[in-house]
C-alpha cells in the first residue's frame, strides 16, 4: 500500500474513533487523555538486553491523578519519560488523547511535549542562568507565546508563594523554593498531563510535605491529570489511585499506599 492511501487508512480510523467518542453512550467523553498499551523498552546492558518495561498498560482519565509506587530501578523514570515523548518505546502504544503519538510529526511532538505536558523532576532542572520569572516563562516563549507571558508567570509565581522571589537566580533558592518555581513552570502552558518523578525526592521530609501539598494543590485548581513516580508511600495521600509497579513495568493497585489514606 502507498503511503498516502495508509496515511488515509490512519485518517479514516481517526474519524471513526472520533464518531464512538461523540457517540458515547452517556454522551460524555470516554476517550482517556492517555491510554498506553503493551509498552516495551529495553536497554542493552552490557551483552544482555534489559527488558525494564515489558508489557505496561496504562489508562489515565483527564484530569486523574495517579501515583506510580516502585522500588529503586524498577523502570518509573523510563515510564514517564516515554509518557512525555522524551524517548521513544521499543514497541507498543501511546496514545494522547485517541492518537499514538509515535505518528506525530518531529513539530507536532515538540507542541505536545511543550504545551499539553508539564514536567516536575527530582532535581529541579532549572536554567541557572535564567531568574525564577524567566524559567517559568521560558515554554511560553519557547512555544512562541510571549503574549501574555510575564503576566502568566508572575500569577505562577505568586500561586506557589513566590511573587517576592521572582527575580532571584535558582543558585539564590533553597530546594523547596526551587521545586515551586519548577512546579509554577510546568503549568505554565496550562497542560493537560502532569509528569511528576520523585518531585520530593531532594527534599528534606517537612519541605517535601508541604512542597507535595501546594503541588496537590497547584494541580487541583488547573484541573491537568497526574502521574507521578514515587518509591514513598507517604507522598500518595489525595491520589486516585496508587499503583505499584512491578518488575517488567507491570502495574497493579498498590496494597501499601492507599488513596485518599
Ligand atoms: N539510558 C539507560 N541505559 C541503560 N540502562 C538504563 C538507562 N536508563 C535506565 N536504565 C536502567 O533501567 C532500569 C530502570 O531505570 P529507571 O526507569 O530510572 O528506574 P526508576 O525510576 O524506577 O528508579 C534501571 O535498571 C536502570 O539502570
Ligand atoms: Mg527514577
Known amino acids: 500500500m502507498s503511503e498516502e492511501a495508509t496515511r488515509g487508512q490512519g485518517q479514516r480510523q481517526g474519524q471513526d474513533q472520533?464518531?464512538?467518542r461523540v457517540q458515547g453512550r452517556s454522551g460524555v467523553d470516554t476517550t482517556p487523555l492517555i491510554e498506553v498499551i503493551d509498552l516495551v523498552k529495553t536497554y542493552p546492558s552490557g551483552e544482555k538486553v534489559l527488558r525494564?518495561?515489558?508489557?505496561?498498560?496504562?489508562?489515565?482519565?483527564?484530569?486523574?491523578?495517579?501515583?506510580?509506587?516502585?522500588?529503586?530501578?524498577?523502570?518509573?523514570?523510563?515510564?514517564?519519560?516515554?509518557?512525555?515523548?522524551?524517548?521513544?518505546?521499543?514497541?507498543g502504544t501511546i496514545a494522547f488523547r485517541g492518537k499514538s503519538i509515535a505518528e506525530l510529526r518531529e513539530d507536532e511532538?515538540?507542541?505536545?511535549?511543550?504545551?499539553?505536558?508539564?514536567?516536575?523532576?527530582?532535581?529541579?532542572q532549572l536554567l541557572s542562568e535564567f531568574t525564577a520569572l524567566e524559567n517559568v516563562m521560558m515554554p511560553m516563549l519557547i512555544g512562541r507565546q510571549p503574549e501574555g507571558a510575564h503576566r502568566r508567570a508572575s500569577a505562577l509565581l505568586d500561586e506557589v508563594g513566590l511573587a517576592e522571589r521572582s527575580h532571584h537566580f535558582p543558585g539564590q533558592l533553597s530546594g523547596g523554593e526551587r521545586q515551586r518555581v519548577a512546579i509554577a513552570r510546568s503549568m505554565s502552558r496550562d497542560p493537560s498531563l502532569l509528569l511528576a518523578d520523585e518531585p520530593t525526592g531532594n527534599l528534606d521530609i517537612a519541605?517535601?510535605?508541604?512542597?507535595?501539598?501546594l503541588f496537590s494543590q497547584v494541580q487541583?485548581?488547573?484541573?491537568?491529570?497526574?502521574?507521578?513516580a514515587t518509591h514513598n508511600p507517604a507522598l500518595v495521600k489525595g491520589f486516585d489511585r496508587v499503583l505499584?509497579?512491578?518488575?517488567?513495568?507491570?502495574?497493579q493497585p498498590s496494597e501499601t499506599g492507599l488513596p485518599g489514606g
Not at 69 to 89: E, F, I, M, Q
Not at 109 to 124: D, K, M
Not at 207 to 213: K, Q
Not at 244 to 251: A, D, R, S, Y
Request: glycine residues 16%.
Open 18 to 20: 472520533e464518531q464512538s
Open 52 to 91: 525494564v518495561l515489558d508489557g505496561t498498560q496504562l489508562s489515565i482519565a483527564a484530569g486523574e491523578r495517579v501515583a506510580v509506587l516502585g522500588a529503586s530501578g524498577v523502570g518509573k523514570s523510563t515510564l514517564l519519560h516515554l509518557l512525555g515523548g522524551l524517548d521513544r518505546p521499543d514497541s
Open 220 to 228: 487541583g485548581e488547573h484541573g491537568a491529570a497526574i502521574v507521578m
Open 109 to 124: 511532538l515538540a507542541a505536545y511535549r511543550n504545551a499539553e505536558v508539564g514536567f516536575v523532576f527530582q532535581f529541579f
Open 244 to 251: 505499584e509497579m512491578q518488575p517488567g513495568g507491570i502495574l
Open 207 to 213: 519541605t517535601g510535605m508541604r512542597v507535595m501539598e
